[in-house]
């Protein structure tokens, strides 16, 4: 159900009530359900519509004259539903039925349906059937007003994790999210409205020297990310290990600073895609994030919510992606670049691998001093290639210039000019970060109390750095979530990683662990051996993009 300022419900909406039966009295006949049936209903209903005979739309007509009891009011609720049913979508008059009711009789009837009917819902899930857009777009609002328990949304999550959704219910739960709060409107101005955002990795710190290198190309960068997800790290975590930034900005002050700047970076509010903000949050802490569907909308709602003109996907394959496989990297990345276009936001996605960490730091306020670096020039080969490439494909998709040659010069030569570090720090100041106090940080070694090496047992090439062990060992140390009530530790992670290919010396660091005790140093130094390899042979190279 939909109310609309003046109170009037959009009747038609509730076909997400999914009432049992519907066949009972359709199958055959879908005119005669359409007179017959409803009477029925309603002669079970209420007393009103036993004497009129005069199907829904006159029960409820009557209904409101005679300020229908809470139970009228119920029942023609359930009445309507059953004339959205999808038996009669022929006779799409009668599929919409504007009433006039107040928010609260509407708010108190729902109430008395509502567990019976989320409840089909997810039984329709279980089943493998489809649910209609109108039952998608009402559970997503419902349950963002928190009409909906979590136990009940998380069984939905896990009955579309098991079942998928089809290309339809996945547009009209990307659209229920995206319209869940405010969506971006920002002044004409040449500057094309531009984004990236990545399907989640270990290390991936990527989206933080793009972004303000994307606003020095000449682009508007309004970045909305997540926070961390299972071993994935977040952007709005490592952000916030930044002393005194926030990202909680609103749509007004988010607008106003890409206008400004060029580039803001904040996160889902009460105001925007609140939707995605409770979903993900139980996604996370209920197995149910590895899913085509709901990735794709969790993402897009997200980057639709921002008015972008062209997106650059980055979709992770690997041990410690959501995506295990190249095969269903491309499956989710077919899916998001297939919807983005449809909904006029131009696409591109790149497939990498995250069977290793990108970098050689791990953990929120390590991989943001590693995304400095890049910015100076300095830092691990893989994390500048991405950085660029992402912003090489964003040039080409707004054609300028058209041939991504060029485009990869035009963007290793503006991150190698300085001017994307001069712009992260107009960033940053613009979202109440400490500048000195964030220098000052930035020169100490480590920040977390303890910190010990895992060194090599033998020299050899280092066949494997297992992105997946790497990531669960982070998030133990306290860097991520094991519940929604976690409180992360900035400072805790892992550094001096070494990288696939390399040749490393008996005793040599294999990586340095931070950790806020000695005995959990410990316990992650026992459990990170074993996911280092050393081979005698140097282990074929593999490309950073499939
Ligand atoms: N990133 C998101 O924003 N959502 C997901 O579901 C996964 C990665």
Redesign the pocket.
Known sequence: MQADRSGKVRVGACRFLGLPATQEWGKNSPNKCAQGGLKRRAAMWTAPAERSGDGALALLWRDRQAKASRAALAAAVHIAAYGACAELRPHASRNTLDIPVSKPQLGEAFQTLLPMSFLSLIETKRDGRELPPDAIAGFVREFTEGRVPDYQMAALLMAILFRGMSAAETRALTLAMRDSGEVLAFPNDPRPIVDK????GVGDKVSLPLAPLLACLGFRVPMI??RG?GI?G?TLDKLESIPGLTTALGPKRLVEQVQRLGVAMGGQTEKMIPA?KKL?AL?DVTGT?P?IP??????LS?KLAEGLQALVMDVKFGRAA?MQTESDARALADSIVSLAEACGVRTQALLTDMNTPRGRAVGNWLEVKEAVECLEGRGPDDLRELVSECAARLLVLAARPRDLAEARSAAAACLASGAPRRKWDELIAAQGADLAAFRSRLALDHTAPVVVELTAPHAGFLSRCDARIIGEVVRDLGGGRLTQETVLNPAVGIDQLAKPGEHIKAGAVLCRIHATTASAAEAARARLTSAFELTDSRPEAKPLLA
């Open positions: 955002h990545s399907t989640g990310s997540g997800l994935t977040g995605d993900y996604r994030v899913s709901l990735i794709t909308a969790s993402i997200k959501f």
